[in-house]
């Protein structure tokens, strides 16, 4: 029944930065996050993000780049970007889950609500 719906996303040189939004028109769930894919790859977590606690999780290949937040009164989660790179390239998707013993696992399966995605295009 909740929908999520990405913007922010668009076409920007390596080394830039990009701010993702997820509009969520419920509450946010316990987890929310945010994944990317590739053409010809699998869809990967890019980072969650425990909303009750704030608590983060990334991927490695994003650590110290990518920052995920959120405001629980705006239903809005956000992604910042920056230092990007050609290899970030990809669909990103937001994500909404239930969480686990209050973690938010770095999991495409235990997502149950997703977004329509938004293109993120790093170019060199």
């Known amino acids: 029944q909740g929908q999520l719906v990405e913007s922010g996303g668009g076409s920007v040189q390596a080394g830039g930065s990009l701010r993702l939004s997820c509009a969520a028109s419920?509450?946010?769930?316990?987890?929310m996050g945010w994944f990317r894919q590739a053409p010809g790859l699998e869809r990967e977590a890019v980072a969650t993000i425990y909303t009750i606690a704030g608590s983060t999780a990334y991927a490695d290949s994003v650590k110290g780049r990518f920052t995920i937040s959120r405001d629980n009164d705006k239903n809005t989660v956000y992604l910042q970007m920056s230092g990007l790179k050609p290899e970030d390239t990809a669909m990103y998707y937001c994500a909404a889950g239930a969480s686990y013993l209050s973690t938010c696992p770095l999991e495409v399966g235990r997502v149950s609500t997703w977004g329509q995605g938004t293109q993120v295009t790093v170019f060199s």
């Open positions: 419920k509450t946010l769930r316990n987890c």
